[in-house]
């Protein structure tokens, strides 16, 4: 049984505690849109699970969205679907229902992966497409240097991508996704060349893996960046990112057709 939090978040993050400010800073990005759109390949229906506020639902197709958190939903802008509150492991639909259906920067937070993508492949006729991060390649991040146990607990988190491609079966394909430098979605690696973002809280707070650390490690981490980035040190050992125009780190597309 998934164990609901009281705003009704679904999974190990409690967005009721840390949603509040997430449209702010996590607005989707339209180069990483655009992945995704082309992934849903010619779909008119979708599904989107863990839909949260609405990123990355392209306006040419015909959306569903689920979304367990009521302060999620509510951040969802007028000129989109409402969502329906249900969650990935027990979706409310009839067998294929859809043509596509995806899940963005959602999956690590499931309490049960393998009964979301069941259901997800149980609902769509076509592709399932997830976009997530390889735990793998998660420590690889500059941020390491100064935030390990955050990233340490999105390595934890982040299901292996092996793992995901094999619960969804069929034909997969795996495809890193570029970040670019100026992206608009602030997961951390999205400040890969702007390491000044992450000294904001509200940046901080819409990665949910910083609510798993206590707050003064999460604050005494941003304390060592700021330390570093007015001595020069940040620039010294980084600073050519800043000129970097995109960044292949975490981030990939998982896509799955039915065999
Ligand atoms: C990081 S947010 C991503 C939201 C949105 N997909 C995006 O890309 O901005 C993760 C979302 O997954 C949702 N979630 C967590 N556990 C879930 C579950 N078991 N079923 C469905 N959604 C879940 C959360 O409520 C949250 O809105």
Redesign the pocket.
């Known amino acids: 049984m998934?164990v609901r939090a009281r705003d009704?978040?679904?999974?190990?993050?409690d967005?009721g505690a840390i949603?509040a400010g997430?449209?702010g800073y996590?607005r989707?990005d339209p180069r990483i849109g655009r992945v995704v759109v082309e992934a849903l390949g010619g779909a008119r229906t979708v599904l989107?699970?863990?839909?949260?506020?609405?990123?990355?639902e392209a306006e040419e197709f015909a959306v569903t969205a689920?979304?367990?958190?009521a302060s999620?939903r509510a951040q969802r802008p007028g000129h989109l679907v409402e969502a329906i509150d249900?969650?990935?492991?027990d979706l409310p639909f009839a067998d294929g229902s859809f043509d596509a259906s995806m899940?963005?920067?959602?999956v690590h937070?499931?309490?049960?992966l393998a009964a979301?993508l069941r259901e997800m492949r149980r609902v769509t006729r076509g592709p399932v497409v997830v976009?997530t991060c390889d735990p793998e390649l998660v420590r690889d991040f500059w941020l390491y240097a100064y935030a390990p146990l955050v990233l340490d607990a999105e390595a934890r988190r982040y299901p292996p991508i092996a793992e995901i491609g094999a619960l969804l079966g069929g034909e997969v394909t795996v495809t890193p996704v570029a970040i670019p430098a100026d992206c608009t979605?602030g997961?951390n690696e999205a400040y890969y060349a702007r390491p000044e973002m992450l000294l904001q809280p509200g940046a901080r707070q819409a990665c949910?893996a910083w609510s798993f650390v206590p707050a003064e490690t999460a604050g005494a981490y941003a304390e060592h960046l700021a330390r570093d980035l007015a001595d020069g040190t940040w620039d010294a050992r980084y600073g050519h990112l800043r000129g970097q125009p995109s960044y292949e780190g975490s981030l990939v597309l998982v896509r799955a057709m039915p065999g």
């Open positions: 998934v009704g978040s679904a999974g190990d993050a967005y949603g997430y449209s996590r989707p989107n699970v863990g839909a949260g506020a609405g990123s990355y689920v979304e367990p958190s999620m249900a969650v990935a492991e899940t963005t920067f959602s937070q499931w309490s049960d979301g976009l979605d997961f949910s």
